[in-house]
């Protein structure tokens, strides 16, 4: 067997870009998978050499057809179909012939489980031990738009054309990746190449998506992921495509527990915690998206029009009942509409009606001498699109008289006022006319208002270049966390996560460690009444709940007799835990929960979110990559639900945001320097004073690898 030393590994500019292509089980019949492959590549273009395999034909579709692969001329891709049991003896075929890549179509492998995660295992064996590099398991093909290379049987390939744009695709699910392909042909948008890697069992999604960063003919890229095989490789890339200024659109299946059992089961894929994957890539200027179509729509903005300038919404339509319902759903997305200047007012009363000269435009109430729609709908969209408050124009077309004319008009004013804006039509097949003519004129098109409203908001979310913080924090609180790496591995009680985060400059409670009635006293008297008395145990996690706390204690008989009733319950719970925690009782306003943990796919990371009892019932979580600076803190911060409580709400007092995201970033510097080391930490609560006053960790508990 070729091993892998005998020739360098085929590239994936090589792969999309191939000489030669095999197809097994070649056939004249297009019916057939491989024989729809066959007409493929010829309708669109290919003009690489194709290679049938078949050993029952001599000619397949005007092409010499051969017995084995190893009598075939050199192959750089091969693409199998088969049933899963003979895919194995296939591909090492395939190695043993020099091929560079098989592109396998077949399923039956680790997404069934047992024995197909197995022979999966074996694939990517074989291809590291000879070199083959492996698209697939599971995967419906590949699309290089640029050379005609349709390497699937999919039948959304049965066009006169293929639309080239600037758009690479990389889908981890092939059944999305071909739909989507089909959706944005009916509108129009073009694409450069279109990746389906199933399983991932060699080749993944950051292989083709570091190619599509430096590929020149790819000015924007769509991932789909369902499992990343190396988060820090993905992590590298998405920083480098920002660095370069190749913006992404993604979209990634598991975003809830049911979505990853569900990603799991299909690709066998880790699906990871949603929660970081959306830090990671907000981090690094991702735009993240939660439909496929849109996905490609947003894609396709950022890639006509750059990132939203400065300006809201503009609306132009035919109808006043869809500007009314537009213009709601603009606020359930906090897209608010422009104010139109009294200058485009102005303008736009040489033929509308006095009483409709504000935005949403409705073209139905025009001047009776403006004449129909049609002759002033193009006017209307540019003198809309010219004002000052205005960034996107949205025209939504319902049925209307003379309908091909007015909206053919409103297309070219989209296209023609030199600003970002689409077109959403709402009928059905009626339209189906007016989408040929929008599509015709290169107008951007939703065909569902819905649709448009996930556009605005993801188009929204993109910016062009990383923000940069300066700020950091004080140099004392910089690098103690060398000293912590000899922490030995379990559960830090309360004190002991204290004093790992008092290191990192987090304040704490005055409290001490007793291990006797009287020593609780006597540090009760030195501490200062009121106080609070905790059980010190590794064993249970919520010690309120366990009876394990007392609280705001005022003397000392009230000290003597809650070591009583905690030492008593303790017994029956943690039977090796014999003292508790003498803290001072601190006043503030809001608790808030901090948070840090080693992530299996990206590291360290680190969250904040509404504290106390409120963590599971408010679920108000932001998370970041650790470490972070000050700055990016008070932005975690700043995107919390509960934010106004910090801000001031209704005449309440500010609240210290800046000791806060100090304490934060202070957590983030402890997780990074402990890496993966770290388990979990929780400061729960953090309490937060008045502006000027500081923060305070109440309780914090962790755990060490």
Same mark, same amino acid.
């Given at each position: 067997?070729?091993?892998?030393?005998?020739?360098?590994?085929?590239?994936?500019?090589?792969?999309?870009?191939?000489?030669?292509?095999?197809?097994?089980?070649?056939?004249?019949?297009?019916?057939?998978?491989?024989?729809?492959?066959?007409?493929?590549?010829?309708?669109?273009?290919?003009?690489?050499?194709?290679?049938?395999?078949?050993?029952?034909?001599?000619?397949?579709?005007?092409?010499?057809?051969?017995?084995?692969?190893?009598?075939?001329?050199?192959?750089?891709?091969?693409?199998?179909?088969?049933?899963? /049991?003979?895919?194995?003896?296939?591909?090492?075929?395939?190695?043993? /012939?020099?091929?560079?890549?098989?592109?396998?179509? +077949?399923?039956?492998?680790?997404?069934?489980?047992?024995?197909?995660?197995? #022979?999966?295992?074996?694939?990517?064996?074989?291809?590291?031990?000879?070199?083959? !590099?492996?698209?697939?398991?599971?995967?419906?093909?590949?699309?290089?738009?640029? @050379?005609?290379? *349709?390497?699937?049987? /999919?039948?959304?390939?049965?066009?006169?054309?293929?639309?080239?744009?600037?758009?690479?695709?990389?889908?981890?699910?092939?059944?999305?990746?071909?739909?989507?392909?089909? =959706?944005?042909?009916?509108?129009?948008?073009?694409?450069?190449?279109?990746?389906?890697?199933?399983?991932?069992?060699?080749?993944?999604?950051?292989?083709?998506?570091?190619?599509?960063?430096?590929?020149? *003919?790819?000015?924007?890229?769509?991932?789909?992921?369902?499992?990343?095989?190396?988060? %820090?490789?993905?992590?590298?890339?998405? !920083?480098?495509?920002?660095?370069?200024?190749?913006?992404?659109?993604?979209?990634?299946?598991?975003?809830?527990?049911?979505?990853?059992?569900?990603?799991?089961?299909?690709?066998?894929?880790?699906?990871?915690?949603?929660?970081?994957?959306?830090?990671?890539?907000?981090? #690094?200027?991702?735009?993240?998206?939660?439909?496929?179509?849109?996905?490609?729509?947003?894609?396709?903005?950022?890639?006509?029009?750059?990132?939203?300038?400065?300006? %809201?919404?503009?609306?132009?339509?035919? +109808? &006043?009942?869809? @500007?009314?319902?537009?213009?709601?759903?603009?606020?359930?997305?906090?897209?608010?509409?422009?104010?139109?200047?009294?200058?485009?007012? =102005?303008?736009?009363?040489?033929?509308?009606?006095?009483?409709?000269?504000?935005?949403?435009?409705?073209?139905?109430?025009? =001047?009776?001498?403006?004449?129909?729609?049609?002759?002033? #709908?193009?006017?209307?969209?540019?003198?809309?699109? $010219?004002?000052?408050?205005? &960034?996107?124009?949205?025209?939504?077309?319902?049925?209307?008289?003379?309908?091909? /004319?007015?909206?053919?008009?409103?297309?070219?004013?989209?296209?023609?006022?030199?600003?970002?804006?689409?077109?959403?039509?709402?009928?059905?097949?009626? $339209?189906?006319?007016?989408?040929?003519?929008?599509?015709?004129?290169?107008?951007?098109?939703?065909?569902?208002?819905?649709?448009?409203?996930?556009?605005?908001?993801?188009?929204? @979310?993109?910016?062009?270049?990383?923000?940069?913080?300066?700020?950091?924090?004080?140099?004392?609180?910089?690098?103690?966390?060398?000293?912590?790496?000899?922490?030995?591995?379990?559960?830090?009680?309360?004190?002991?996560?204290?004093?790992?985060?008092? =290191?990192?400059?987090?304040?704490?409670?005055?409290?001490?460690?007793?291990?006797?009635?009287?020593?609780?006293?006597?540090?009760?008297?030195?501490?200062?009444?009121?106080?609070?008395?905790?059980?010190?145990?590794?064993?249970?996690?919520?010690? +309120?709940?366990?009876?394990?706390?007392?609280?705001?204690?005022?003397?000392?008989?009230?000290?003597?007799? #809650?070591?009583?009733?905690?030492?008593? !319950?303790?017994?029956?719970?943690?039977?090796?835990?014999?003292?508790?925690?003498?803290?001072?009782?601190?006043?503030?306003?809001?608790?808030?929960?901090?948070?840090?943990?080693?992530?299996?796919?990206?590291?360290?990371?680190?969250?904040?979110?509404?504290?106390?009892?409120?963590?599971?019932?408010?679920?108000?979580?932001?998370?970041?990559?650790?470490?972070?600076?000050?700055?990016?803190?008070?932005?975690?911060?700043?995107?919390?639900?509960?934010?106004?409580?910090?801000?001031?709400?209704?005449?309440?007092?500010?609240?210290?945001?800046? *000791?806060?995201?100090?304490?934060?970033?202070?957590?983030?510097?402890?997780?990074?320097?402990?890496?993966?080391?770290?388990?979990?930490?929780?400061? @729960?609560?953090?309490?937060?004073?008045?502006?000027?006053?500081?923060?305070?960790?109440?309780? *914090?508990?962790?755990?060490?690898?």
């Amino acid at each position: 067997m070729a091993e892998a030393s005998a020739a360098p590994r085929i590239t994936v500019e090589r792969i999309l870009n191939p000489r030669s292509v095999a197809v097994f089980g070649a056939s004249d019949d297009r019916s057939k998978w491989a024989g729809r492959i066959m007409y493929y590549l010829a309708l669109h273009g290919y003009a690489g050499n194709v290679v049938p395999i078949n050993p029952r034909r001599q000619v397949v579709q005007g092409k010499k057809c051969y017995a084995r692969i190893d009598a075939a001329p050199p192959v750089d891709v091969a693409i199998v179909a088969i049933p899963a /049991a003979s895919v194995p003896a296939t591909v090492r075929e395939c190695a043993d /012939a020099g091929v560079g890549c098989c592109l396998i179509i +077949s399923s039956g492998f680790a997404e069934v489980g047992g024995e197909g995660v197995a #022979a999966e295992l074996a694939l990517a064996e074989l291809s590291r031990r000879t070199g083959m !590099r492996l698209i697939g398991p599971n995967c419906l093909g590949l699309i290089n738009v640029l @050379n005609g290379m *349709a390497l699937t049987s /999919a039948r959304v390939l049965e066009v006169d054309k293929l639309y080239r744009g600037p758009i690479g695709i990389v889908s981890q699910s092939g059944a999305i990746l071909l739909s989507v392909f089909n =959706r944005a042909h009916d509108v129009g948008i073009g694409f450069s190449q279109l990746v389906s890697i199933g399983n991932q069992a060699d080749l993944e999604v950051c292989d083709f998506l570091e190619h599509m960063i430096g590929d020149p *003919a790819t000015r924007v890229i769509c991932l789909h992921i369902e499992g990343l095989k190396d988060g %820090r490789r993905f992590l590298e890339l998405i !920083r480098r495509a920002r660095k370069v200024g190749k913006p992404i659109v993604a979209l990634k299946t598991g975003r809830s527990a049911s979505g990853e059992a569900a990603a799991r089961s299909h690709t066998a894929s880790l699906a990871g915690a949603y929660a970081v994957f959306e830090a990671a890539c907000r981090d #690094a200027g991702v735009v993240l998206v939660d439909d496929p179509d849109v996905m490609v729509l947003a894609a396709d903005m950022i890639a006509r029009f750059g990132p939203w300038g400065a300006g %809201r919404i503009g609306v132009v339509s035919s +109808s &006043g009942g869809i @500007n009314g319902i537009v213009a709601d759903r603009l606020g359930d997305i906090e897209a608010p509409l422009a104010r139109l200047a009294p200058a485009t007012q =102005r303008a736009l009363g040489a033929f509308m009606l006095p009483s409709h000269l504000q935005n949403p435009v409705d073209l139905g109430a025009r =001047r009776q001498a403006a004449g129909d729609a049609a002759g002033v #709908a193009e006017e209307a969209v540019r003198i809309v699109a $010219a004002d000052p408050d205005v &960034g996107v124009v949205v025209v939504p077309l319902t049925t209307s008289p003379n309908y091909e /004319a007015t909206a053919t008009a409103l297309a070219k004013g989209v296209v023609g006022c030199g600003k970002p804006g689409f077109i959403i039509l709402t009928p059905g097949s009626v $339209a189906n006319g007016v989408r040929a003519i929008v599509k015709q004129l290169g107008c951007p098109l939703c065909n569902r208002i819905d649709d448009g409203m996930r556009l605005l908001r993801a188009y929204r @979310n993109y910016a062009p270049s990383p923000s940069h913080d300066g700020d950091g924090l004080p140099a004392s609180r910089k690098g103690a966390g060398q000293a912590m790496l000899d922490l030995s591995a379990g559960y830090l009680t309360e004190p002991e996560a204290k004093a790992l985060i008092a =290191r990192y400059g987090i304040p704490i409670t005055r409290e001490r460690i007793a291990g006797t009635r009287d020593e609780a006293v006597a540090a009760a008297d030195a501490i200062g009444y009121p106080v609070a008395v905790k059980a010190v145990t590794a064993r249970v996690v919520h010690k +309120s709940d366990a009876g394990l706390v007392r609280l705001a204690l005022a003397d000392r008989t009230a000290v003597a007799e #809650a070591w009583d009733e905690i030492t008593s !319950r303790l017994a029956a719970l943690d039977p090796a835990a014999d003292r508790v925690l003498v803290a001072e009782m601190v006043a503030g306003e809001l608790e808030l929960i901090l948070g840090a943990k080693d992530d299996p796919q990206f590291g360290p990371v680190v969250m904040v979110g509404a504290g106390g009892v409120l963590v599971e019932l408010l679920g108000d979580l932001q998370m970041a990559l650790a470490p972070i600076e000050c700055r990016a803190a008070e932005v975690l911060l700043r995107r919390l639900r509960i934010w106004p409580l910090l801000d001031g709400y209704r005449g309440r007092p500010r609240l210290d945001v800046g *000791a806060a995201a100090t304490a934060l970033a202070c957590l983030s510097r402890l997780a990074a320097d402990l890496g993966g080391r770290l388990s979990e930490l929780d400061i @729960n609560p953090l309490l937060v004073r008045r502006e000027g006053s500081g923060v305070v960790a109440l309780d *914090a508990r962790a755990i060490i690898t």
